[in-house]
């Protein structure tokens, strides 16, 4: 069974670091397309960044608002997914979910809370 | 980039309702399209994907469709459990800013 699990999320402060991680079962993370996406509270859903599988270069992209100070990657060895969030702003506070696509079916993380306050 | 826009962002209706909100892409993606229904305070909740793809234990009243790059969800009869924000989403990519379901 696909299965992704977000762990990680926590209160900083304006200007800490974070890094949220996306246990991964059922499938190879190498192997697949895989995002994150945030939603802070009682605005839309965005994708702040995927990496591509392996065999299609494994290159990440991001979107502008998180460009510079967030950074997807992963550990083929723990089949786990990474978010490094450095700078983060009061912007940033939202719930996080890891998304993958096995085969044609997307797979979503119950999320993991993230709030920047001072 | 691709975009998604979706219409109407606010529809109101009543039980028994047929209920259509269109997605438009701003190139084509080849049906790489889910769609997705979220309340207050709930995680996105998966019920349709690859454009017309009926998510196991979803109510068959709700389908959808492609033609070109133009998706649409369909809810044949509008259920009280149905009134929530729906999202079309490119996989691994953006959403729809969303379409908000009430009761009318």
């Known amino acids: 069974e696909v299965q992704v699990v977000e762990s990680g999320g926590g209160l900083v402060k304006p200007g800490e670091s974070l890094r949220l991680s996306c246990a991964a079962s059922g499938f190879t993370v190498s192997d697949a397309w895989m995002s994150w996406v945030r939603q802070a509270a009682g605005k839309g859903l965005e994708c702040i960044g995927l990496i591509k599988r392996k065999t299609d270069g494994g290159t990440t992209e991001y979107a502008a608002p998180v460009k510079g100070r967030f950074t997807i990657s992963r550990d083929d060895s723990k089949n786990t997914l990474f978010l490094q969030m450095n700078s983060l702003n009061s912007d940033d506070t939202a719930m996080y979910y890891c998304?993958?696509?096995?085969?044609?079916?997307?797979?979503w993380g119950q999320g993991a809370l993230v709030t920047v306050s001072s | 980039d691709v975009q998604l826009t979706q219409s109407p962002s606010t529809l109101s209706a009543s039980v028994g309702d047929r209920v259509t909100i269109t997605c438009r892409a701003s190139?084509?993606?080849?049906?790489?399209l889910a769609w997705y229904q979220q309340k207050p305070g709930k995680a996105p909740k998966l019920l349709i994907y690859k454009a017309s793809i009926l998510e196991s234990g979803v109510p068959s009243r709700f389908s959808g469709s492609a033609s070109g790059t133009e998706f649409t969800l369909t809810i044949s009869s509008l259920q009280p459990d149905d009134f929530a924000t729906y999202y079309c989403h490119k996989y691994q990519g953006t959403f729809g800013p969303g379409t908000k379901v009430e009761i009318k």
């Open positions: 190139q084509s993606i080849s049906n790489w």
């Open positions: 998304v993958t696509d096995h085969g044609i079916r997307p797979y």
